[in-house]
Nanobody, 126 residues
Framework: VQLQASGGGLVQAGDSLRLSCAAS????????MGWFRQAPGKEREIVAA????????YYADSVKGRFTISRTNAKNTVFLQMNSLKPEDTAVYYC????????????????????WGQGTLVTVSS
């Protein structure tokens, strides 16, 4: 499956952004989706994940209550709504896809990702 992320940009602290990731090439509803991020000098980390039907989600503690992951299977797209952005949210954000029927926690590990998007840069100024 090919993943194309978009929506990043430069914003001020407190602003909102919505990232989108469009999938193609395979049946989108067969894949569990995730958003990861990597800040300069840091390891890639999970931000949020969502199962194939959208019935289960996961959020990293650092974004709970501020970010929302959602998907529209009819449009082969997963979203990450980011509100109340902080400078520490600055990173390259990657969407990821994994097949299977495991618990949503399984899809929070980068080792279990089958496909990666190209990344979109989010910069939050203070």
């Amino acid at each position: 499956v090919q993943l194309q992320a978009s929506g990043g940009g430069l914003v001020q602290a407190g602003d909102s952004l919505r990232l989108s990731c469009a999938a193609s090439g395979r049946t989108f509803s067969n894949y569990n989706m995730g958003w990861f991020r990597q800040a300069p000098g840091k390891e890639r980390e999970i931000v949020a994940a969502i199962t194939r039907s959208g019935s289960n989600t996961y959020y990293a503690d650092s974004v709970k209550g501020r970010f929302t992951i959602s998907r529209t299977n009819a449009k082969n797209t997963v979203f990450l709504q980011m509100n109340s952005l902080k400078p520490e949210d600055t990173a390259v954000y990657y969407c990821a896809a994994s097949g299977g029927y495991s618990n949503v926690l399984y899809y929070t590990s980068s080792e279990n990702v089958e496909y990666w998007g190209q990344g979109t840069l989010v910069t939050v100024s203070s």
